[in-house]
Nanobody, 123 residues
Framework: VQLQASGGGLVQAGDSLRLSCAASGRTLGASATGWFRQAPGKEREFVAAISRSGVSTYLADSVKGRFTISRDNVKNTVYLQMNSLKPEDTAVYYC?????????????????WGQGTLVTVSS
């Protein structure tokens, strides 16, 4: 399985970005997918997750009302739409697959990780 996260970049506060997580070697629809982020000097933290079917979504309190997660199983891609970005959203963003049941919020329950994509939000 290969996960490719893309869409990061340098933006100003208030701007929007859409991150994509594309998979090869495995159908994304067979797994729940999560987005996590890690800022310099900080631990990796949960951002958003979506169930295999896409019916259920989960968002960290810090991003509710600004971020949305969605999936397109035909394109084998999961998206993270980020609006009203803030400087505190600056981090490397990672997507990950969760093959088994359990909390969507715990990074230790995710089984496969892609490389990250850097999001930098200037004030």
């Amino acid at each position: 399985v290969q996960l490719q996260a893309s869409g990061g970049g340098l933006v100003q506060a208030g701007d929007s970005l859409r991150l994509s997580c594309a998979a090869s070697g495995r159908t994304l629809g067979a797994s729940a997918t999560g987005w996590f982020r890690q800022a310099p000097g900080k631990e990796r933290e949960f951002v958003a997750a979506i169930s295999r079917s896409g019916v259920s979504t989960y968002l960290a309190d810090s991003v509710k009302g600004r971020f949305t997660i969605s999936r397109d199983n035909v394109k084998n891609t999961v998206y993270l739409q980020m609006n009203s970005l803030k400087p505190e959203d600056t981090a490397v963003y990672y997507c990950a697959l969760k093959f088994y049941s359990g909390s969507y919020y715990d990074p230790n329950l995710y089984d496969w990780w892609g490389q990250g994509t850097l999001v930098t939000v200037s004030s």
